[in-house]
């Protein structure tokens, strides 16, 4: 690999569920050897495993550990179940800080069964309730606004503006917002909204796919970059005008590509972040 | 049927497409013996049929006509394609005339080898320069902004406030809005944006359905009201507080429902239209 390759591949971070057929150890010695920098870690990795060993294996194999995916799903018409999506939030909170991920990213959840209105006050009522807890474990917490399309029951926080008022009125330094290009991509108000989130100090994470032509699967038809028709260069651009420069993360959840071989998968993964991120 | 009975349904509606398996002079015979006052036309149900005939079949059975589906796909990179989308509205004006209906709803397309914006403004344009032709023929033309994961081929149109903006720039009495609960239900600023198409005119029509859970197709798998988690009820009382006082139109595209007994499923129509919305 020629230096040229080295610099665009630096930032470059790719989530464990991308390559979900390969275990969390596998995962980190082919991304390393490809050159990869940046791993963000899903909680399924880490069963069964001691989670500071397995944080130190990703140091041991030069990776950047960006994030633990996922806390969230805190919108329960049932009290009960609000109070255990807390206690798990926590240990999602103490499993970043084991691992040593900054970061943990937020699917906030919705309940069907109640108003949208009443997920998205629970949802910043907790995010709020987790503060102390994630200060203390020096975690930041970033929301991560879902596709309209999961409303129903994923996410409640379906738009950049969603996400931003919610981070502007929670007004902590340990609260953000996670952008996903396959959220937000149709999304009119995306740069001014992108702008406004970095202007704010909010821009915590930056996530990117592509959106098949068709998408034959609501959840698991992910694309490669310039598989489909989002902007990522563009959009891209808008959030590194809005201040960000860390990582750009390849999150691909695709029965199709799971199918493949991961190694062959991972250096499709590399060409089509520098040809088309 | 008792007088409750009939003025519960005095403003119901329904597509073609709800009951597909019917061809018009089915549905009408079956629209107006269970007591159904209004019906949509989708315009595959007057292929083969001399359209001012059957117009004046469903006078006679006491239909009113709410509208014509569809036109728009105005948006294409091709200039050449553009062209044909002007001559198919042109074409879908005079068959909405002919019919007695007096709207035509635009599902305005997107075109995802070019941005977004680029879909946008074309749309705008091509409504623009309809207006003549619609206002020759007193056909109104109602803007449906669709859920943003049509954003792709179907609509670069996907909020309740980009439909609103754009038909206050067109100000034109011919163009307004056709809202529809399963495109915009998730919308945190659904209210908001209801009240002002009100109260700026705009506001011209009005679909319901239902959002199931879990949905296992993006086109085909739209609910009666009551099977899913779209407040219909509540968007109602929005549409109506906003000075509304047309139809209700159900228009369901259904696999599942398609492959029911149709005259059954009219009853089940009915009693979700008076139980869940």
Redesign the interface.
């Given at each position: 690999m020629d230096s040229k390759d080295d610099k665009d591949i630096s930032r470059l971070c790719i989530h464990t569920i991308t390559t979900k057929p390969w275990n969390i150890e596998e995962a980190a010695s082919h991304f390393s050897a490809a050159g990869v920098k940046g791993i963000s870690v899903w909680r399924d990795a880490l069963d069964g495993r001691n989670i500071k060993q397995t944080g130190q294996l990703l140091l041991d194999h030069d990776l950047t550990i960006v994030s633990l995916c996922r806390g969230g799903f805190f919108a329960h018409k049932d009290l009960n179940k609000r109070k255990l999506a807390m206690d798990d939030n926590r240990k999602a909170i103490d499993e970043a800080a084991g691992l040593g991920a900054p970061m943990l990213v937020l699917v906030c959840g919705a309940d069907?069964?109640q108003?949208?209105g009443d997920s998205?006050k629970q949802i910043q009522d907790a995010v709020n309730e987790l503060i102390p807890h994630a200060s203390a474990a020096k975690i930041k917490l970033a929301i991560e606004p879902l596709?309209?399309?999961y409303?129903?029951?994923r996410s409640a926080i379906?738009?950049m503006?969603?996400a931003n008022d919610m981070a502007g009125e929670i007004n902590s330094p340990w609260v953000g917002v996670a952008v996903d290009v396959y959220h937000v991509?149709?999304?009119?108000s995306l740069e001014k909204e992108i702008k406004r989130c970095g202007e704010s100090g909010h821009l915590m994470a930056f996530h990117i796919c592509d959106?098949k032509?068709?998408?034959t699967d609501?959840l698991l038809d992910r694309g490669l970059m310039g598989e489909?028709?989002i902007?990522v260069k563009?959009i891209r651009s808008w959030v590194e005008a809005a201040g960000f420069t860390g990582f750009n993360e390849v999150e691909i959840f695709s029965t199709s590509h799971w199918k493949d071989n991961q190694s062959e998968y991972l250096q499709k993964v590399i060409k089509a972040y520098k040809e088309n991120s």
């Amino acid at each position: 690999m020629d230096s040229k390759d080295d610099k665009d591949i630096s930032r470059l971070c790719i989530h464990t569920i991308t390559t979900k057929p390969w275990n969390i150890e596998e995962a980190a010695s082919h991304f390393s050897a490809a050159g990869v920098k940046g791993i963000s870690v899903w909680r399924d990795a880490l069963d069964g495993r001691n989670i500071k060993q397995t944080g130190q294996l990703l140091l041991d194999h030069d990776l950047t550990i960006v994030s633990l995916c996922r806390g969230g799903f805190f919108a329960h018409k049932d009290l009960n179940k609000r109070k255990l999506a807390m206690d798990d939030n926590r240990k999602a909170i103490d499993e970043a800080a084991g691992l040593g991920a900054p970061m943990l990213v937020l699917v906030c959840g919705a309940d069907p069964s109640q108003s949208l209105g009443d997920s998205r006050k629970q949802i910043q009522d907790a995010v709020n309730e987790l503060i102390p807890h994630a200060s203390a474990a020096k975690i930041k917490l970033a929301i991560e606004p879902l596709h309209p399309m999961y409303a129903d029951t994923r996410s409640a926080i379906n738009t950049m503006k969603q996400a931003n008022d919610m981070a502007g009125e929670i007004n902590s330094p340990w609260v953000g917002v996670a952008v996903d290009v396959y959220h937000v991509w149709w999304d009119p108000s995306l740069e001014k909204e992108i702008k406004r989130c970095g202007e704010s100090g909010h821009l915590m994470a930056f996530h990117i796919c592509d959106w098949k032509l068709p998408t034959t699967d609501m959840l698991l038809d992910r694309g490669l970059m310039g598989e489909g028709c989002i902007p990522v260069k563009q959009i891209r651009s808008w959030v590194e005008a809005a201040g960000f420069t860390g990582f750009n993360e390849v999150e691909i959840f695709s029965t199709s590509h799971w199918k493949d071989n991961q190694s062959e998968y991972l250096q499709k993964v590399i060409k089509a972040y520098k040809e088309n991120s």
